[in-house]
């Protein structure tokens, strides 16, 4: 079975703290035989810094310039990942609306 794991948060680099339990539960369900694709936008550093997308939509323009392009990266790479996933998984709200339509659109649960 292939899963497709979507995020907003996982480690960018050794040692980020950022979405370390999502990066732990790939890992687990990689070494359980469960074949992993980690679907997430890369970049964004405006949108994902600090305390995260929330927070940063409120302060910043320029977070808030760049969350309509995300969201729709974000989109894009889900429904091309999602015809070769069995599943999709998501681990926060943003990710589980991208899931659905592509879900939806793919036929995959």
């Known amino acids: 079975m292939r899963v497709g794991f979507l995020t907003t948060s996982f480690p960018r680099f ?6 370390v339990f999502i990066e732990e539960l ?12 980690v679907i997430e936008p890369r970049g ?3 949108l994902k810094r600090g305390g995260g997308l929330i ?3 409120r302060k910043s ?3 808030r310039f760049l969350f309509p392009i995300y969201c729709l990266h974000f989109l894009t790479i889900t429904l091309y990942h999602s015809f070769r996933c069995d ?3 998501a681990n926060w709200s943003l990710s589980g609306f991208f899931a659905v339509i592509a879900g939806t659109l793919t036929g995959r649960r």
């Open 14 to 19: 050794e040692g980020d703290f950022r979405g």
């Open 26 to 37: 790939v890992r687990a369900l990689g070494e359980a035989g469960v074949d992993i694709v």
């Open 44 to 46: 964004y550093n405006a």
């Open 55 to 57: 927070p940063n939509l």
């Open 61 to 63: 323009v320029m977070a």
């Open 87 to 89: 599943l999709l998984h």
